[in-house]
């Protein structure tokens, strides 16, 4: 079954990020690794998440005579010394992790530099379980719960058949446009009907809380909310105006796949076009330069 | 009776009001530690209620004993002992800790039930000897087969931004009208 034909969808799947996976190297003495390891170069999709690499990525340092028996679930990724959530999309960890501005003069940080780890897995801060079963899990719940802020149910979701369901992350695990978009298709679109509230999540720089408030796509007299509308809502002293910023470089912007996009489209035409396949919008703020 | 506008749904606003007069009433009732609040360090409207217990530990000598009181026991799921009653054995052995919150979903407009259980060792409990040692055994089976992958998972918190265990809260709404017609019957009668 073929998805609907829209050019946007499309290239934020297309979308990919060349990672540098490098060991870390005291974990690399203690596990019998004797020379250097070589780093191990991806290129992964935007919208696919750390752990179904993760098999890929052992077999690559294992082969390189590192002595590791363990679990898939006991490997990890930092940057910097702060670790990965693995349930977010990769995409999403780049932008919130370098907070490279696309309006910047500087070249980006690519190949983005992650660091492997074997040991000392880090479980107070993040989730412990089964890679790629619990990533699939997370998957569907965010799905779910995006159904749930749209229409104040999950009904559309859990009355997908289960060959549907099953689709959904099969056509991202297998990178399959067609058979994730053309289910996901009638989940975003929403039967044509207005969402009550626009699934989407804010990420701010040092730490904060992650921020998610019901967004109603709509004004008290119907009218569309725009993107810049929504951020001055809701982040009124990094946005005090919903339109563009004069000195823009100062500015805070929000930042998806990579991306400022205008402040001007409607709210519901982004969460339906630039969500990531978990239903979300994730944007991300970056502060001004 | 009053209740909020759009009742089993909350608004932070409601949740936050409710969340501390559920404090206040957890001052009144003496034998276990009250309710407090908390709030983020550096942004408002990212406040919850948490509460700190020790439990016993279910081995399989003491288990058996549990799990008869669990038949007569309707609304508590554990017993939680005096800590001035404690038994001669040692501390770390015998009981954990459970550390429960109580965090307003967003997106779901209900109360949600975040909790993590640490040895004394401050290691996390397993998804195992949370199942064995703080559901029902006979809810286990609802509870492992709900949603997707059962009730209980683990999750961000959303204010701490670290791994909680929590129980899922599509169905809370249900479960938050049914205690009020609950309320509502027994009023009648």
Known sequence: MTAPQNPITRAIWDGTL????????????????????????????????????????????????????????????????????????????????????????????????????????????????????????????????????????TKKVMNLSKNDQTQLWDGLWSKNYDRFWSVNYRLVINDGQMPKNVPMRIYLPDNCPVIQEPISPVDENGNQLTLGDVLHQVLPELFPSPLPSENASASPVPVIHGIIPQLEIPIVWASQNLCYPDNFLHIVVLLGI | MALPDHYPFLTRNEFD??????????????????????????????????????????????????????????????EEEDLNSLPTVPVSDEYFTVDYHIIYSTSYKVPVLYFNAYNSDGTLLTNDEIYSNLVHPLKHNDIKTAGFNGAISQQDHPTLLIPFYYLHPCETATLMTSIFMAVLLRAYH
Not at chain 1, 18 to 40: H, M, N, Q
Not at chain 1, 45 to 57: A, G, K, V
Not at chain 2, 44 to 61: A, D, M, N, Q
């Open chain 1, 18 to 153: 060349p990672i540098k996976f490098s060991l870390d190297s005291t974990e690399a003495a203690a596990l019998g690794a004797k020379a250097i390891v070589e780093p191990y170069f991806i290129e992964a999709p935007r919208c696919s998440y750390f752990p179904l690499w993760t098999s890929q990525i052992r077999k690559y340092f294992v082969d390189m005579a590192l002595n590791f028996i363990g679990d898939d679930a006991e490997i990890w990724y930092d940057v910097d010394g702060t670790p990965l959530k693995w349930h977010y999309p990769i995409g999403l960890l780049y932008d919130l992790h370098t907070g490279y501005r696309p309006d910047s003069n500087s070249p980006p940080p690519l190949p983005w530099p992650v660091t492997v780890h074997f040991k000392n897995f880090p479980a107070d801060k993040l989730i412990k379980a089964q890679a790629i079963d619990a990533t699939q899990d997370f998957f569907m719940s965010m799905i779910k719960e995006a159904d749930f802020l749209r229409n104040g149910s």
């Open chain 2, 17 to 78: 009001i409710a969340a501390k007069l559920f404090i206040e009433q957890s001052k009144r009732s003496s034998d276990e530690e009250p309710w407090t609040w908390v709030e983020h360090e550096k942004v408002k409207g990212f406040g919850y209620i948490c509460r700190k217990s020790l439990v016993k530990r279910i081995t399989p000598v003491n288990f058996v004993i549990l799990e008869n009181d669990f038949t007569q026991i309707d609304d508590e799921i554990f």
